[in-house]
């Protein structure tokens, strides 16, 4: 079992910077992602980080948002920076983690555990 529990989210201007947190406990060395839910549309990926720390992002993520983890004894620390924020990057954020065939299930959003939700509002 692996329970995720984001943190973070805020209210912030355009053009400014956002990091969020993800608190990792169970199995903590899976491949893990963040994924984002903007306000009317689908859940889409925006980047995963897998066990042996390689990333990979969404296309319209790279550039600007940054995954990072960090590994403690017990749990671990799944970090999204997220810079030069626009409008359209409000949303529900959410970590999540998959168990096996990181690279192909990210990208359809199949993953076997998810939190619960951070909102990012970025006004203009």
């Known amino acids: 079992q692996v329970q995720l529990v984001e943190s973070g989210g805020d209210s912030v201007p355009a053009g400014g910077s956002l990091t969020l947190s993800c608190t990792v406990s169970g199995d903590t060395g899976l491949c893990m992602g963040w994924f984002r839910q903007a306000p009317g549309k689908e859940r889409e990926g925006v980047g995963i980080i897998d066990s042996a720390g390689y990333t990979n992002y969404a296309d319209s993520f790279k550039g600007r948002f940054t995954i990072s983890k960090y590994n403690a004894q017990k749990t671990a620390t799944l970090y999204l920076q997220m810079n030069n924020l626009t409008v359209e990057d409000t949303g529900m954020y959410y970590c999540?983690?998959?168990?096996?065939?990181?690279?192909?299930?990210?990208?359809?959003?199949?993953?076997?555990?998810w939190g619960k939700g951070t909102l990012v509002t970025v006004s203009s």
């Open positions: 999540a983690a998959v168990i096996h065939n990181c690279y192909t299930y990210w990208r359809k959003g199949v993953m076997d555990y």
